[in-house]
């Protein structure tokens, strides 16, 4: 991708290298991409040759299936009622863009708060599986990530991470999530977070 494209367009809360491959892992390049599922089964819809086409296939199926536009395969129903309220915004690529690596960079803070914000770099190809895989599955952890609330906070190695930074010991990091404030709709979906790295004196 263009450097100058991802300057401008992509969400300033994401490096650009992460920028780079959120979208070489979601989307198939095509800024008219239109991909429709029901019941987790593929429909085949026309491939649309203009933006027109693409947003009457998108109207067409909204509300009745999965629909993701664009180069980020962004989900086209999140926060829209009526299928008339949707925008050719959606198969602009610069907007697209903006758009989905908007919702990406909430989505890896999500995980990125199940982990416990963690603060080594090592950890961020792992939440970027997760948060690959809870945008195409929209869900994680079974909660909608799109629906969701931004937890807010900074991904892992946003900035580089300092050299002090990374030679502290892991456990140092660990409390930073104890006491933070348990919300009532979370009970039941938190996974099992243990400290282990003082196992084998590390």
Same mark, same amino acid.
């Given at each position: 991708?263009?450097? $100058?494209?991802?300057?401008?367009?992509?969400?300033?809360?994401?490096? /650009?290298?992460?920028?780079?491959?959120?979208? +070489? $892992?979601?989307?198939?390049?095509?800024? !008219?991409?239109?991909?429709?599922?029901?019941?987790?089964?593929? @429909? !085949?819809?026309?491939? /649309?040759?203009?933006?027109?086409? &693409?947003?009457?296939?998108?109207? =067409?199926?909204?509300?009745? &299936?999965?629909?993701?536009?664009?180069?980020?395969?962004?989900? +086209?129903?999140?926060?829209?009622?009526? $299928?008339?309220? !949707?925008? /050719?915004?959606?198969?602009?690529?610069?907007?697209?863009?903006?758009?989905?690596?908007?919702?990406?960079?909430? @989505?890896?803070? @999500?995980?990125?708060?199940?982990?416990?914000?963690?603060?080594?770099?090592?950890?961020? /190809?792992?939440?970027?599986?997760?948060?690959?895989?809870?945008?195409?599955?929209? =869900?994680?952890?079974?909660?909608?990530?799109?629906?969701?609330?931004?937890?807010?906070?900074?991904?892992?190695?946003?900035?580089?991470?300092?050299?002090?930074? $990374?030679?502290?010991?892991?456990?140092?990091?660990?409390? =930073?999530?104890?006491?933070?404030?348990?919300?009532?709709?979370?009970?039941?979906? &938190?996974?099992?977070?243990?400290?282990?790295?003082? @196992?084998?004196?590390?």
């Amino acid at each position: 991708m263009d450097a $100058a494209f991802i300057a401008e367009c992509a969400d300033l809360s994401l490096k /650009p290298a992460i920028v780079e491959q959120f979208v +070489a $892992a979601v989307g198939p390049g095509d800024p !008219l991409a239109v991909t429709v599922k029901s019941g987790g089964r593929l @429909i !085949l819809v026309p491939k /649309p040759k203009t933006p027109d086409e &693409a947003m009457e296939v998108i109207r =067409q199926y909204v509300g009745q &299936a999965v629909v993701r536009v664009g180069l980020t395969q962004f989900p +086209a129903g999140v926060g829209v009622k009526d $299928a008339s309220a !949707l925008k /050719p915004d959606l198969v602009d690529p610069c907007e697209n863009l903006r758009m989905g690596t908007r919702m990406f960079s909430k @989505i890896m803070r @999500i995980v990125s708060k199940w982990y416990g914000n963690p603060t080594s770099s090592e950890v961020l /190809p792992q939440i970027f599986e997760d948060a690959v895989y809870a945008w195409n599955t929209g =869900q994680f952890e079974g909660e909608s990530v799109f629906q969701a609330e931004d937890p807010g906070g900074t991904i892992v190695d946003r900035k580089e991470v300092s050299s002090d930074a $990374a030679d502290k010991p892991a456990d140092a990091t660990a409390s =930073q999530s104890e006491g933070e404030p348990s919300d009532e709709k979370e009970v039941g979906t &938190a996974g099992i977070r243990v400290d282990l790295s003082r @196992i084998g004196g590390q």
